[in-house]
């Protein structure tokens, strides 16, 4: 049974940084992309970043590019993001994700909170 934990989230102030952990369990991971999602409130999960399963090829969305850095550690079967330079509109429920054969995973999502 495949599942992810995230970790690393909580409250900073505006220009702060955090560092989410992801890490994946069920299965060998090192065959697939992983990546990051985020639903803010009232809004819809968006894509934030992704790595290719060496994890060589990666690729951010353009509201975080150049503050968030997404890498993986295949050997630990585990994805973080590196978050830097946070605006309060980067709050929001972060949650890993792979997808295997047209299935999606996810986790259970830890929270991100940027005050101004």
């Known amino acids: 049974q495949v599942q992810l934990v995230e970790s690393g989230g909580g409250l900073v102030q505006a220009g702060g940084s955090l560092r989410l952990s992801c890490v994946a369990s069920?299965?060998?991971?090192?065959?697939?992309?992983m990546g990051w999602f985020r639903r803010a409130p009232g809004k819809e999960r968006e894509f934030v970043a992704a790595?290719?399963?060496?994890?060589?090829?990666?690729i951010h969305a353009d509201s975080v590019k150049g503050r968030f850095t997404i890498s993986r550690a295949n050997a630990k079967n585990s994805v973080s993001l590196q978050m830097n330079s946070l605006k309060p509109e980067d709050t929001a429920v972060y949650y890993c994700?792979?997808?295997?054969?047209?299935?999606?995973?996810w986790g259970q999502g830890t929270q991100v909170t940027v005050s101004s």
């Open positions: 994700n792979v997808r295997i054969i047209s299935v999606n995973y």
């Open positions: 069920g299965r060998t991971f090192s065959q697939y992309a």
């Open positions: 790595a290719s399963a060496s994890g060589l090829r990666t």
